[in-house]
């Protein structure tokens, strides 16, 4: 059987797939920020392993990540236009993402949050997702976590994969992976040129109409020198380059709103961390500095850089006592600046400590008890904590019932950007009167999930959160921020599961229903009632693999002006077939919307139409 078979076959498209037998011993790093298998992790974690990253084969993470439980995304144009990624209905500067340990928030965008429409998909190794308000050790941002590792060097020697593909809208994807080890020494190096001419992304744009194009080029770099057995040095790098046309920006010189827009964005991180592991004490040093700039072009004109700086100094420890549990702690230090606007650099520290309890009893029940503490320049001290439980029961011919419950706390201090809007000449009344504060989180949620040793598998949540203070733009005045008065919230129930039919057929599915309110009681914007996922990986022969996904998106709503608006229900089919020609050449056709459903999640921007895309992958 093909080498590159193997590992496709038992793979379905929601995420990694592996026999429950197995599932359970699967190890994540997310929950408990060290690794710790499943069968122990209360909170609710779904991973996707780089085999069905391929497998799906988009050229965007956030695109590949729609087909993960409680994920929506919401897209406004295109390929680099603005992608909100939610999970359970928060919003994306409510969400961590990290890539191997960096944190990718971008300071320079309002809000803080993480530019999903810029991080390609090639070269990452693994993805997790950790659901709700418990990354307590991160900062507690309500929305969840998302933790991304890149491709590493597993064996001695040089290691190396490329890929090329072209598709509708004269869209070509070029990456390329080499990656080796020798001795104490091991790197890997990957890189991604993405371009496309797009469409014309909005149905307001009656007069140019332009095709609203988009170019990313993305180098990242991560290696470690095993300087001893028990000590380790690690180094990660990324630098993004993007462009964007998009439509709807304000001309600074005519004073007026046209479609002749151009988005620039350039990141670049460095983090270098030190790492001492016995076994029985774990101690790490680590720092980042993350630099971003964005610019938008309207007309030509130039609107000005805004420029931001994250500088973060990391301490962690681990105690680990075998039989009882571990003791995890550590310190943050962080220090942001920003520029933009014309305005003077602002810039704020915050440091936060936390230590948490991870016990275990029996190897039957498994229990964390945390607290984190925070002080910010800015918005004072707060301090957040997050208990967990779950109770395994092995059951007659191999079957598993696991029982979970986790409840955390968190909060948000408003950014830089926020800030400084609110006070600067564009911010009216009622935004200008305000002196905005930080949001606080908390959120629960029990499931309970039974494994069968057959291979299946099912899992049932309730989660229930909520924020306090919430901020978002005022869409109706265009004042500035606003603070919510009262609590938002955002509750539902997940269903998640597999069934390996047979040794060719595997299916996946996850729904989710999602009831998020604003404290007046209105649904909150462009979050579906009704979310689900059906999957499934065909193998009709050892070298041949279709790849399928069907998404229903159902009661979603948006705002334009101060007028509610009904987003479309849609559904969207997606589809790849790969042929391994031999171990070293696959080919493969991916087919995208190919009901061509015509939907927006965005009010007034389209998203792409049916379109088809054909490529090749090298691996030596």
Same mark, same amino acid.
């Given at each position: 059987?093909?080498?590159?078979?193997?590992?496709?076959?038992?793979?379905?498209?929601?995420?990694?797939?592996?026999?429950?037998?197995?599932?359970?011993?699967?190890?994540?790093?997310?929950?408990?920020?060290?690794?710790?298998?499943?069968?122990?992790?209360?909170?609710?974690?779904?991973?996707?392993?780089?085999? %069905?990253? !391929?497998?799906?084969?988009? *050229?965007?993470? /956030?695109?590949?990540?729609?087909?993960?439980? @409680?994920? #929506?995304?919401? &897209?406004?144009?295109?390929?680099?236009?603005?992608?909100?990624?939610?999970?359970?209905?928060?919003?994306?500067?409510?969400?961590?993402?990290?890539?191997?340990?960096?944190?990718?928030?971008?300071?320079?965008?309002?809000?803080?949050?993480?530019?999903?429409?810029?991080?390609?998909?090639?070269?990452?190794?693994?993805?997790?997702?950790?659901?709700?308000?418990?990354?307590?050790?991160?900062?507690?941002?309500?929305?969840?976590?998302?933790?991304?590792?890149?491709?590493? %060097?597993? !064996?001695?020697?040089?290691? *190396?994969?490329? /890929?090329?593909?072209?598709?509708?809208?004269? @869209?070509? #994807?070029?990456? &390329?992976?080499?990656?080796?080890?020798?001795?104490?020494?091991?790197?890997?190096?990957?890189?991604?040129?993405?371009?496309?001419?797009?469409?014309?992304?909005?149905?307001?744009?009656?007069?140019?109409?332009?095709?609203?194009?988009?170019?990313?080029?993305?180098?990242?770099?991560?290696?470690?020198?095993?300087?001893?057995?028990?000590?380790?040095?690690?180094?990660?790098?990324?630098?993004?380059?993007?462009?964007?046309?998009?439509?709807?920006?304000?001309?600074?010189?005519?004073?007026?709103?046209?479609?002749?827009?151009?988005?620039?964005?350039?990141?670049?991180?460095?983090?270098?961390?030190?790492?001492?592991?016995?076994?029985?004490?774990?101690?790490?040093?680590?720092?980042?500095?993350?630099?971003?700039?964005?610019?938008?072009?309207?007309?030509?004109?130039?609107?000005?850089?805004?420029?931001?700086?994250?500088?973060?100094?990391?301490?962690?420890?681990?105690?680990?006592?075998?039989?009882?549990?571990?003791?995890?702690?550590?310190?943050?230090?962080?220090?942001?600046?920003?520029?933009?606007?014309?305005?003077?650099?602002?810039?704020?520290?915050?440091?936060?400590?936390?230590?948490?309890?991870?016990?275990?009893?029996?190897?039957?029940?498994?229990?964390?008890?945390?607290?984190?503490?925070?002080?910010?320049?800015?918005?004072?001290?707060?301090?957040?904590?997050?208990?967990?439980?779950?109770?395994?029961?092995?059951?007659?011919?191999?079957?598993?019932?696991?029982?979970?419950?986790?409840?955390?706390?968190?909060?948000?201090?408003?950014?830089?950007?926020?800030?400084?809007?609110?006070?600067?000449?564009?911010?009216?009344?009622?935004?200008?009167?305000?002196?905005?504060?930080?949001?606080?989180?908390?959120?629960?949620?029990?499931?309970?999930?039974?494994?069968?040793?057959?291979?299946?598998?099912?899992?049932?949540?309730?989660?229930?959160?909520?924020?306090?203070?919430?901020?978002?733009?005022?869409?109706?005045?265009?004042?500035?921020?606003?603070?919510?008065?009262?609590?938002?919230?955002?509750?539902?129930?997940?269903?998640?599961?597999?069934?390996?039919?047979?040794?060719?057929?595997?299916?996946?599915?996850?729904?989710?229903?999602?009831?998020?309110?604003?404290?007046?009681?209105?649904?909150?914007?462009?979050?579906?009632?009704?979310?689900?996922?059906?999957?499934?990986?065909?193998?009709?022969?050892?070298?041949?693999?279709?790849?399928?996904?069907?998404?229903?998106?159902?009661?979603?709503?948006?705002?334009?002006?101060?007028?509610?608006?009904?987003?479309?229900?849609?559904?969207?089919?997606?589809?790849?077939?790969?042929?391994?020609?031999?171990?070293?050449?696959?080919?493969?056709?991916?087919?995208?919307?190919?009901?061509?459903?015509?939907?927006?999640?965005?009010?007034?921007?389209?998203?792409?139409?049916?379109?088809?895309?054909?490529?090749?992958?090298?691996?030596?």
């Amino acid at each position: 059987m093909n080498p590159r078979h193997t590992l496709l076959l038992p793979l379905a498209l929601a995420c990694a797939q592996v026999h429950a037998s197995d599932r359970l011993e699967t190890l994540v790093v997310t929950a408990s920020r060290q690794p710790v298998e499943l069968r122990q992790v209360a909170a609710s974690v779904s991973v996707m392993e780089h085999q %069905a990253i !391929e497998l799906r084969g988009q *050229a965007n993470l /956030a695109d590949v990540m729609r087909a993960m439980p @409680s994920v #929506n995304v919401s &897209g406004g144009g295109g390929a680099g236009k603005t992608a909100s990624l939610r999970i359970r209905g928060e919003e994306s500067f409510r969400t961590l993402v990290l890539i191997d340990g960096i944190d990718v928030s971008d300071t320079s965008s309002p809000q803080v949050s993480p530019r999903l429409e810029h991080i390609a998909s090639a070269g990452i190794e693994r993805v997790e997702v950790l659901r709700g308000p418990q990354g307590m050790m991160y900062g507690a941002d309500a929305g969840g976590i998302v933790n991304i590792t890149t491709r590493r %060097a597993h !064996e001695d020697g040089l290691a *190396a994969d490329f /890929a090329t593909e072209y598709g509708r809208y004269d @869209s070509w #994807n070029n990456t &390329g992976n080499i990656r080796g080890k020798t001795g104490i020494a091991d790197f890997s190096l990957t890189l991604s040129d993405f371009s496309t001419d797009g469409y014309n992304s909005r149905t307001t744009d009656t007069t140019l109409r332009d095709r609203d194009g988009y170019d990313n080029t993305t180098l990242h770099f991560n290696g470690g020198l095993q300087l001893t057995d028990h000590f380790r040095v690690e180094l990660s790098a990324r630098d993004v380059d993007a462009s964007a046309r998009f439509d709807g920006c304000f001309n600074s010189q005519t004073f007026v709103t046209t479609d002749n827009c151009v988005s620039d964005y350039v990141q670049r991180i460095g983090r270098l961390a030190a790492v001492f592991d016995n076994g029985e004490l774990r101690q790490s040093l680590a720092f980042q500095r993350a630099s971003s700039t964005r610019e938008d072009i309207a007309d030509g004109v130039r609107g000005g850089d805004n420029d931001a700086v994250v500088e973060e100094l990391q301490y962690q420890g681990i105690a680990r006592w075998q039989q009882a549990g571990d003791l995890v702690y550590g310190i943050d230090l962080e220090e942001q600046r920003y520029e933009g606007g014309g305005d003077p650099e602002r810039e704020r520290d915050q440091i936060g400590a936390y230590i948490e309890w991870q016990g275990k009893v029996a190897e039957q029940f498994f229990y964390t008890a945390g607290l984190r503490h925070d002080d910010n320049d800015d918005f004072g001290e707060y301090t957040s904590y997050r208990v967990s439980g779950a109770h395994l029961t092995p059951l007659a011919g191999g079957d598993v019932l696991k029982l979970k419950t986790s409840y955390g706390t968190g909060f948000r201090a408003p950014s830089l950007y926020e800030v400084a809007y609110n006070r600067g000449p564009f911010a009216s009344p009622p935004a200008s009167d305000i002196s905005l504060d930080a949001e606080e989180s908390k959120g629960f949620e029990a499931g309970v999930e039974y494994q069968w040793a057959s291979g299946a598998w099912l899992d049932l949540v309730y989660f229930n959160q909520s924020i306090d203070n919430a901020i978002d733009f005022d869409l109706v005045g265009y004042s500035g921020y606003l603070q919510a008065g009262g609590t938002t919230r955002s509750k539902g129930v997940e269903l998640n599961g597999e069934l390996p039919v047979n040794r060719w057929l595997s299916v996946t599915g996850n729904y989710t229903y999602n009831d998020a309110k604003t404290p007046a009681g209105e649904t909150r914007l462009r979050r579906p009632r009704h979310l689900m996922n059906l999957g499934a990986v065909v193998a009709p022969h050892r070298d041949v693999t279709l790849a399928l996904n069907l998404k229903l998106v159902r009661d979603a709503e948006d705002q334009v002006g101060s007028q509610r608006v009904a987003l479309d229900d849609y559904t969207n089919l997606d589809a790849t077939l790969n042929w391994d020609v031999n171990a070293q050449l696959a080919l493969y056709v991916r087919g995208e919307n190919l009901l061509g459903d015509d939907y927006e999640e965005v009010a007034s921007y389209r998203v792409p139409g049916a379109a088809f895309y054909t490529g090749l992958r090298l691996q030596f």
